[in-house]
């Protein structure tokens, strides 16, 4: 992957105190991305991941008010408890698609390697442009992302 341009992503860089391979299962089974995906008090209420090249990832977020956010995307790469790479300018099969008004455009790489005590994790997230790269700031990436990895660990570490 190509180093952060600091005009276009936003990169959260953590080590945390979980194996890489429970944080690879966060991120890949539904049934525990919607535990921790979000930071509280929003909820993840959907998720479907078909965890290979063209395939599918959706997420549904929900407000405190009950308002949900649908977010449709397409996995690029899936290397198994190395790095996971979707877009949301695509959808299944790598047909192009629509964002919804108010969306930006975003390409997220999750790399994960081990670490002395747990896992080295990084979030390097890619935007087509600045505007959407500083919108994406403004609406709190780096407290949200890193609240949501608190929760990931939190979920995690109880199992």
């Known amino acids: 992957?190509?180093?952060?341009?600091?005009?276009?992503?936003?990169?959260?860089?953590?080590?945390?105190?979980?194996?890489?391979?429970?944080?690879?299962?966060?991120?890949?089974?539904?049934?525990?991305?919607?535990?921790?995906f979000t930071p509280a008090p929003w909820k993840t209420v959907g998720c479907e991941?078909?965890?290979?090249?063209?395939?599918?990832?959706?997420?549904?977020?929900?407000?405190?008010e009950g308002e949900q956010f649908p977010g449709e995307g397409c996995f690029l790469e899936v290397v198994e408890n190395e790095r996971l790479?979707?877009?949301?300018?695509?959808?299944r099969g790598f047909r192009?698609?629509?964002?919804?008004e108010g969306a930006f455009a975003?390409?997220?790489?999750?790399?994960?390697?081990?670490s002395s005590g747990g896992t080295k994790y990084r979030a390097h997230v890619m935007h087509g442009d600045q505007e959407g790269r500083d919108r994406h700031?403004?609406?709190?990436?780096?407290?949200?992302?890193?609240s949501a990895l608190d929760q990931?660990?939190?979920l995690m570490k109880a199992l």
């Open 1 to 36: 992957m190509n180093p952060p341009d600091p005009s276009l992503d936003l990169v959260l860089d953590r080590t945390v105190d979980v194996p890489k391979e429970l944080v690879w299962r966060a991120w890949t089974e539904p049934e525990l991305l919607k535990q921790w």
């Open 49 to 64: 991941i078909d965890l290979r090249p063209g395939g599918l990832f959706v997420t549904v977020m929900e407000s405190p």
């Open 85 to 91: 790479v979707w877009t949301s300018t695509m959808r």
């Open 96 to 100: 192009p698609n629509i964002q919804p």
């Open 106 to 114: 975003f390409t997220a790489v999750i790399t994960i390697e081990d």
């Open 137 to 146: 700031e403004q609406m709190g990436f780096h407290s949200g992302w890193s």
């Open 152 to 154: 990931l660990v939190a």
